[in-house]
């Protein structure tokens, strides 16, 4: 039974041609220039000096972090990357409303966080689908059809080229990944590198997915820390994870 991430996908291809759109043209970020310091009129009698407010210290970065407790994983990423929130749901009223429809099957699919990372602007997407909604459970053997169904959605947003595949285990939990060139179909001359991997856990199946526009957020993605089921990994891919890799 083959899984398809259109949804999910779209929406990260919606981000990453929004940020596209919003990142500059070439070459790094110019300081803005200072505007000019009005010049005050001084009385004759000063005013007694205030003594200055302490500013409080910034807060540090918090890494952008998604726990999923339905399913059972958490995944986080760098502090630098920036955390994307999904896009409000559309309310329709109708005038004379039915029953309400039960979700189930793909609609099931959530998008359950999306960070964006550099000029360039890298995409990572995790989505995560629960069994009690879907009405099935998969098992490691399913990885291959529901790994399909990522890079299938993935082809609807980008085209893509020289895939490679591999399996890897994080503690007793089988992950498929793949690994692929292309670029959004919106923008064929920008390069990205594509890569999703996806697990099947006891409430439910989640994918991770990048696209990735250096391979510094690659590298990220790949060595973020992950918590499957309460077991946690330092990272998502290990460095093996592929016999060969494009070039």
Same mark, same amino acid.
């Given at each position: 039974?083959?899984?398809?991430?259109?949804?999910?996908?779209?929406?990260?291809?919606?981000?990453?041609?929004?940020?596209?759109?919003?990142?500059?043209?070439?070459?790094?970020?110019?300081?803005?220039?200072?505007?000019?310091?009005?010049?005050?009129?001084?009385?004759?009698?000063?005013?007694?000096?205030?003594?200055?407010?302490?500013?409080?210290?910034?807060?540090?970065?918090?890494?952008?972090?998604? #726990?999923?407790?339905?399913?059972?994983?958490?995944?986080?990423? /760098?502090?630098?990357?920036?955390?994307?929130?999904?896009?409000?749901?559309? !309310?329709?009223?109708?005038?004379?409303?039915?029953? =309400?429809?039960?979700? !189930?099957?793909?609609?099931?699919? #959530?998008?359950?966080? &999306?960070?964006?990372?550099?000029?360039?602007?890298?995409?990572?997407?995790?989505?995560?689908?629960?069994?009690?909604?879907?009405?099935? &459970?998969? !098992? *490691?053997?399913?990885?291959?059809?529901?790994?399909?169904? *990522?890079?299938?959605?993935?082809?609807?947003?980008?085209?893509?080229?020289?895939?490679?595949?591999?399996?890897?285990?994080?503690?007793?939990? &089988?992950?498929?990944?793949?690994?692929?060139?292309? +670029? /959004?179909?919106?923008? #064929? !001359?920008?390069?990205?590198?594509?890569?999703?991997?996806?697990? @099947?856990? +006891?409430?439910? *199946? @989640?994918?991770?997915?990048?696209?990735?526009?250096?391979?510094?957020?690659?590298?990220?993605?790949?060595?973020?820390?992950?918590?499957? #089921?309460?077991?946690?990994?330092? =990272?998502? @891919?290990?460095?093996? =994870?592929?016999?060969?890799?494009?070039?």
């Amino acid at each position: 039974m083959r899984v398809i991430f259109g949804a999910s996908l779209l929406f990260l291809g919606s981000v990453l041609l929004v940020a596209q759109a919003t990142a500059p043209a070439s070459g790094p970020a110019k300081a803005p220039a200072h505007s000019a310091t009005p010049t005050t009129v001084q009385s004759a009698t000063p005013a007694p000096a205030q003594p200055a407010a302490s500013t409080p210290a910034a807060a540090p970065a918090q890494p952008p972090r998604v #726990e999923d407790s339905k399913i059972g994983f958490s995944y986080s990423l /760098p502090a630098d990357w920036e955390f994307v929130a999904p896009p409000p749901v559309r !309310k329709v009223t109708e005038p004379y409303p039915g029953p =309400a429809t039960v979700r !189930k099957g793909n609609a099931c699919i #959530e998008t359950v966080f &999306t960070a964006k990372h550099g000029s360039l602007a890298s995409v990572v997407v995790v989505t995560a689908l629960p069994f009690a909604c879907y009405g099935h &459970t998969m !098992k *490691a053997r399913d990885l291959g059809s529901l790994g399909a169904g *990522a890079v299938e959605g993935l082809k609807r947003t980008f085209s893509v080229h020289d895939s490679v595949q591999g399996n890897y285990t994080l503690g007793g939990h &089988t992950v498929w990944i793949e690994r692929a060139k292309g +670029a /959004p179909k919106e923008h #064929e !001359k920008t390069p990205f590198v594509y890569e999703t991997a996806c697990t @099947v856990l +006891a409430r439910g *199946a @989640v994918c991770w997915m990048i696209a990735a526009a250096d391979w510094n957020s690659l590298h990220d993605f790949e060595q973020a820390p992950v918590t499957l #089921e309460g077991e946690r990994f330092a =990272a998502l @891919v290990p460095v093996n =994870a592929f016999v060969s890799s494009p070039e």
